[in-house]
């Protein structure tokens, strides 16, 4: 079984939309991917603020 | 109006209002993969009570380490607060593709709500210089969050403080909503 304390691969490609890939210094971006664009449609003057919203990190356990 | 403080304290205190929390759904490792969902709420509330979080902070963090960990907390309780016009709408869990039940604000379900007549909700309004529009804590959607991840985030995300009495007010309800007793329904 892989050591899942292991750093994060950087070559792995999320398929899902919502999901947010580790970049290549093997750190998570920080910032929302795509799929937290949608949020980002509300009127901020308005509602004051977004909605909560689920991201999904994918990676490759370095063996 | 509900009273607030708008200092930032180094230690997290209950009543704190923190942006941008994250919540971990799961952690998966499979075959090589590892998978990590999680939540981002925008506002959460902090309902720990002060005095662990005070205790906590002074053995964790000051030189007044003792002899051992026993004041030490393993997370923080928070709950989200929701937009109220999200909740009216039942939508403020939208991007997570949950339906919520809708509120009618001009008539008596909405009314009971900005009363805090609903052991669930805890309807706050702002002062105008904090940004934030009125907006309610789900008391049924508490989680808690990593003490240090936490105090961490407060550094560039805290927003204000529920001051004293309003957050008791807040303890006081969430603790009667946690003890409620659900009885069963009468058999015909």
């Known amino acids: 079984m892989a050591d899942s304390t292991a750093g994060f691969s950087s070559d792995y490609v999320g398929e899902n939309k919502g999901t947010t890939n580790v970049n290549a210094t093997g750190e998570i971006p920080q910032v929302a991917d795509e799929a937290d664009s949608s949020a980002m449609t509300i009127d901020i003057a308005k509602y004051g603020s977004t909605k909560a919203r689920r991201v999904v990190i994918k990676g490759i356990v370095a063996q | ?188």
């Open chain 2, 1 to 188: 109006m509900t009273k607030v403080v708008k200092t930032r304290t180094s230690r997290v205190r209950q009543g704190d209002i923190i942006r941008d929390v994250e919540y971990i759904e799961y952690a998966v490792e499979k075959s090589g993969q590892i998978e990590i969902a999680k939540i981002v709420f925008p506002l959460v509330y902090v309902l720990t009570q002060d005095c662990d979080l005070e205790q906590d902070y002074r053995f964790r963090w000051s030189q007044e380490t003792g002899l051992t960990q026993d004041k030490w907390l393993l997370s923080i309780l928070v709950a989200p607060l929701y937009n109220i016009e999200h909740v009216y709408a039942g939508e403020h869990l939208s991007e997570l593709h949950m339906q919520m039940e809708p509120i009618n604000r001009r008539r008596s379900p909405g009314m009971y709500l900005r009363n805090n007549e609903r052991p669930r909700f805890h309807y706050l309004e702002f002062p105008t210089d904090i940004p934030i529009v009125p907006s309610v804590i789900d008391f049924k959607h508490y989680f808690s969050v990593n003490v240090q991840y936490l105090k961490q985030l407060k550094k560039k995300n805290f927003v204000c403080s529920v001051g004293e009495l309003f957050r008791e007010n807040i303890a006081n309800r969430f603790s009667g909503y946690l003890a409620r007793v659900g009885l069963p329904e009468p058999t015909p």
